[in-house]
């Protein structure tokens, strides 16, 4: 099993900057690529980034390019997703998540490990 915690979410106005992070615990020994989700009020779960389990490739979705930065820390078991130049459309809980198949996946039901989620709310 892999716990995973998002943190990092808060109130920022539009233009600003958030870093959110995903910490992982349990079985974090083992290999697996992390996604992040957002979904906002009404609308359903949707992919914003992605990094394989090495690191060394990433994707965005349409949204998030220019703007968010995935990264991860292996050391410290954390998945970073740096937030610019954010916008109120960006308003949202923002998930990550964890798969065991080690590359990129985006359909959220490919994953394996879920966080409880943090909320994003950009302020106009």
């Known amino acids: 099993q892999v716990q995973l915690v998002e943190s990092g979410g808060g109130l920022v106005q539009a233009g600003g900057s958030l870093r959110l992070s995903c910490a992982a615990s349990?079985?974090?020994?083992?290999?697996?690529?992390v996604g992040w989700f957002r979904q906002a009020p009404g609308k359903e779960r949707e992919f914003v980034a992605g990094i394989t389990d090495s690191g060394d490739r990433v994707l965005y979705a349409d949204s998030a390019k220019g703007r968010f930065t995935i990264s991860r820390d292996s050391r410290k078991n954390t998945v970073y997703l740096e937030m610019d130049s954010l916008k109120p459309e960006d308003t949202a809980v923002y998930y990550c998540a964890a798969s065991i198949a080690g590359v990129i996946v985006v359909p959220a039901r490919l994953y394996d490990y879920w966080g409880q989620g943090t909320r994003v709310t950009v302020s106009s």
């Open positions: 349990g079985r974090t020994g083992f290999q697996y690529s």
